[in-house]
């Protein structure tokens, strides 16, 4: 068995495990298994260098010292810059993105209560345009067809919620079927000139 070969491998794999755990969420399982490789390491090392050959088994301590800390502080300087890093690690957003999607929320606010109309269908979700401007917006689980005059309600998130206007009920005067004459209105089969007397 070449002790000097799981002295190195197993060390290897250990840093590994080691960043691992930084960045990976798993309730300590890596960390188990780092200190496990830690241990064939030491164990390879002790096996391969102890009797033989003391000054390998103490500049293999020694390296091990040096290397675990920095392995793991160079870890957590660049793996958060690269593309691994970037998929695992969700970045802190800047403050001109905060700074601009309140701006956006703000704006979405002001349109509350104002009129505009649809620009596609909403099933539920689609267009409408609200003083000349097209914005993202969902019905209140209903669909609604395009052209139609809808009221914004609400805001969630960058899409406004609209609801349909209903069109008011114009009242149309009725038309009176009965003419009316100087004397008030005619009784039914009345005619409307005088008969000369004869």
């Not at 392995?71 to 969700?90: E, S």
């Not at 406004?160 to 009176?176: A, G, N, W």
Request: contains cysteine; negative net charge.
């Amino acid at each position: 068995m070449d002790y000097t070969l799981i002295a190195i491998i197993g060390l290897i794999v250990a840093l590994l495990l080691f960043v691992a755990e930084i960045f990976v969420p798993s309730g300590g399982l890596i960390a188990i298994l780092a200190i496990t490789s830690m241990g064939a390491s030491l164990w390879g090392a002790w096996m391969a260098w102890w009797g033989t050959n003391p000054g390998f088994w103490w500049t293999y301590i020694a390296s091990v010292v040096i290397l675990i800390p920095t392995t793991i502080g160079m870890a957590v300087k660049t793996f958060p810059n690269t593309a691994w890093g970037k998929k695992f690690i969700h970045e802190v957003p800047t403050l001109e993105e905060v700074t601009g999607f309140q701006a956006e929320t703000e704006h979405l606010r002001s349109l509350i209560g104002k009129i505009g109309k649809t620009q596609t269908l909403l099933n539920p979700s689609g267009f409408v345009l609200v003083d000349h401007e097209r914005h993202h917006c969902e019905s209140q689980g209903m669909i609604v067809d395009p052209q139609v005059n809808v009221e914004i309600i609400a805001v969630e998130g960058t899409r406004l919620v609209v609801k349909v206007v209903k069109p008011s009920v114009k009242e149309t005067p009725e038309t009176d079927q009965e003419t009316s004459s100087p004397n008030g209105p005619l009784a039914d089969g009345a005619l409307d000139f005088e008969v000369p007397e004869t």
